[in-house]
């Protein structure tokens, strides 16, 4: 039966196409993808085409600087995900960063917490290494020809995107150093809506990547101008911590939800909090109550609850610390018994004001007509990273590893070499037979909960793929609350806070940003996110 598409208020239709499909949430980085695989490349190539792109396109939420991920489904029919995420100096004690931060803010070490800014927050970079191992496993291109695009765009000059243009605004504030307001501000300030600007250092920088490969951001000229940076600033990082980077390949962690086969990635990253959330939902019929209803709003965010306890509480480096099976389904079972008509009470989503609660990045995801499929996240964490920019290469530095805690009881506390949680957390699902979609959310400890409401759309409520990213969300907050989208709150708001939950309506930018597209039995398709800039491009 065909779904009741009024209904599901879809604001653009479904994209369909032949040969292949990139969804992001930039039109000329989606440009970028679609012109690789116009031009002999696969998936993976356009993938990591359109990642460059964002780099220049959409720096306020990406970069060089910062860490990428990839979860994919080869032709051949491989499940496979790729890592590149890098660690803390290995310098970097909590006894040399609380003394560090301490005297820098004038205060008792024992009082010091990881900074959100500056040096201390760096960690090592894993977005060009990440970058080229995905073309060099999957490509049929060069990295060269792949991040001509994106070069261009630097090189070349691009006008500035509506989203883009508001998100900019806030460096303004964060960059002090010359190099780096001359690399991202323009006389100064952030580039108004439709100002067309160049990043040339920035465009230098990645045209040394195409000439030279990843190794020059790891162990040439750029790695010396990274740790050269961070250094002078009063950090820890050295060219033998970036020499010493290399990129993972590891098991995607699964679970099925309604017969939906979901793949995530696993610690250090956040996947398992998603595949929980989908565990206990399943286990309570959360999918099973009227989508308009108050009781699937309840029975998803108190899924969501329970699974952030136990993400929060557990997932770290396992190089370090062992993690639970916390997407195990006998464990959602135990799990799923906390959850009743009333809602649960002091649950923690993260540490209080972290940047997690907010954060940027990038989500592209791409499909071929050979059964490729792609879904490719990378970020800086929050915005422009650290505030910092190495040298002259227009890299603008993350701060990752604001998100290690200086408490020594923590399971993810800092520590030299080690990998703090990380947000980011591409997906992939097969929804049926020969029926294939890479998909992802944005935003910080948005991601989880946008895994499950995009899935759960599809599964549940058999909506076309734009109708499920168009559809209104709810979002669990870090202080209790409960965050609905405007065109939710009509008949369901009241009947929440009758409940006992605490409710808010945010604008739409509070709920992150998806992008998927789809294989169905060889059918293309992809849907591209609404509240942001953006756009799917069909080949």
Known sequence: MDPDLDRFDSRRPTVYAPRGVVATSQPLAAAAGRDVLQRGGNAFDAAVATAAALNVVEPTSTGLGGDAFAMYRTANGDVGAMRAAGHAPEGATRER??????????????????????????????????WEATVDRFGELSLSRVLQPAVRLATEGFPVTEVVADQWRHAEALFEAPNAREAYLFGGAAPDVGQTVRLPALGRSLERIAEAGADVVY??????????????????MTVEDLAGFDVEWPEPLSTTYNGAEVYELGPNNQGQIALEALNVAEAIGAGEEPYDSPERVHAFVEAMKV??????????????????????????????????????????????GAPGEEADTVLLTTADDAGN???????RYKGFGSGLVAGDTGIALQNRGASFSLDPDDPNRLE????PFHTLI???????????????????YMQPQGHVQVLSNLVDYDMPLQAALDAPRWRYREDGTVALEARLVEGIAPKLARRGHDVRVEPPRSFGGSQVVRNRGGTLSGATEPRKDGHVSPL
């Open 219 to 236: 162990e040439g000229e750029i790695a010396e101008a990274i740790a050269s940076t961070v250094q002078d600033a009063g950090g820890f």
């Open 307 to 352: 699974a952030f306890q136990d993400g929060h509480h557990y997932i770290t480096d396992p190089a370090f610390e062992p993690v639970q099976p916390l997407h195990d389904p006998a464990y959602a079972t135990e799990r799923a018994s906390l959850i009743g008509e009333e809602p649960l009470a002091d649950v923690p989503v993260g540490a209080p």
């Open 416 to 419: 030299p070499g080690k990998r």
């Open 426 to 444: 591409p997906a992939l699902a097969r929804l049926g037979e020969a029926d294939w979609t890479a998909f992802g959310t944005m935003g910080g």
């Open 373 to 379: 499929l792609v879904s490719f996240i990378n970020s």
């Open 97 to 130: 960063v609380r003394d560090a931060v301490a005297a820098s803010q004038g205060i008792d070490p024992g009082d010091a917490t990881m900074p959100e800014r500056g040096p201390h927050a760096v960690t090592v970079p894993g977005t060009a290494r990440g």
